[in-house]
């Protein structure tokens, strides 16, 4: 039987392409690769709202890539009912190994259900993406829980990996050594981005201008006034990913409603050319909180890849880039208003555009799987056909 890698996700296969999706999309270039999905509470129905399929279903992704998307009891996530969530979707993954015909050789465990025992003898990783008890209230869960969760599984696992330099002191406080592992971004899928379609919700006459430009979710995590400053001056805004219901529900529509600010919503990851070729400099506006300390966004080296301009908010993951003038740094929202402005009144010539391309490139994704695949003892050999 073939080698199974068992890939828990924080996040849905099919959700927002994060550090989870990147991850086990390049793993499957060595491994077949399990992509679990966080188990669905039955309330929502026994039936995938999306696909209307029931039960807990599975799916071949492509070759060497499968997906399982199991379901939970009510209140899955409460104290109590969780554990019993996690025994379910161990159950689950067991069964979708003996029908994919594999052998569980490892588990990476980057979401919040524990998955280390599916297998007994397998090698175990509990992968850190987040400060997840910092951000309890993003995810509806309690903190206590969390960080109970989260001490448990960072214990047991064979070992521990993690994005960020603040991760690797939080690990440490629970008496473990974590590997860093950060965010990556693709090079490649920006080779053509000057050759990318143009939008067809956006004004066409912004090919024409300079354009900031933000990419990703619209929660919590997000500093509006940093976004606010920026539509003050004038200067065309392009704001491209989901929002939040809850976020900022009277100066949301507000800065959405001025003339210069365009929100086109979530778009899937293969149409992020499309948008960042409109975009000359890219926004990283992360508000001072104990979670985005925590975090690495992945917004700030994908503009970099596309050889666009960045301004970010001082974060300790853009302090260990160590980039220089690449990423101007802002502190306050008139610091940021101007650093955007300074970075639209810069010319993107063709050898600005290349080194920034070049300094992505030492952060490209192929380079950062390889690091998790050695801790799980996965060969880096690709396999012919994938």
Known sequence: ???????????????????????????????????????????????????????????RVRPGLWRLSPVAPPAAYRPGVDRVTAVLARQAVRAAARKAGATIAAVVVAGTTDLLEVARGARTLRYVTDDL??????????????????????????????????????????????????????????????????????????????????????????????LEAVAATGAPLVLVGPRSGDYEPERWPRLVGRPNVHWVGPKPYEELPSYLRLMDVGLTPYADSAFNRASF????????????????????????????????????????????????????????????????????????????ADLLDVDTKEVAGR
Not at 31 to 54: H, K, Q
Not at 330 to 344: G, K
Not at 352 to 357: E, K, M
């Open 297 to 372: 966004p992945l917004k700030t080296l994908e503009y970099l890849a596309a050889g666009r301009g960045v301004v970010s908010t001082d974060l300790p993951a853009t302090a260990w880039l160590d980039a220089g003038s690449l990423i101007p740094v802002a502190r306050t929202p008139a610091e940021f208003a101007t650093a955007v402005t300074e970075e639209l009144r810069t010319t993107r010539t063709d050898a600005l555009a290349g080194r920034r391309r070049a300094f992505a490139a030492g952060h490209d994704w192929n380079q950062r799987v390889r690091r998790l």
């Open 1 to 59: 039987m073939k080698d199974l890698l068992v890939y828990g996700g924080g996040t849905r296969y099919d959700g927002v392409s994060g550090t989870d999706r990147h991850m086990a999309d390049r793993l499957s270039a060595f491994v077949d690769v399990l992509y679990v999905d966080p188990p669905r509470p039955i309330r929502s129905g026994w039936r995938d709202p999306r696909t209307g399929e029931a039960g807990h279903l599975l799916r």
């Open 133 to 226: 008890v910092a951000g309890a209230s993003l995810i509806r869960m309690s903190p206590s829980r969390l960080a109970k969760a989260e001490a448990r599984m960072t214990a047991r696992a064979g070992a521990v990996a993690v994005v960020s330099p603040d991760l690797v002191e939080r690990v440490a406080r629970l008496g473990r050594t974590a590997t860093l592992v950060p965010n990556g971004c693709d090079v490649s899928t920006y080779d053509a981005i000057d050759d990318a379609p143009l939008p067809a919700d956006l004004p066409p006459e912004l090919a024409r201008t300079p354009v900031a430009g933000f990419v990703g979710h619209v929660n919590a995590r997000i500093d509006i006034a940093l």
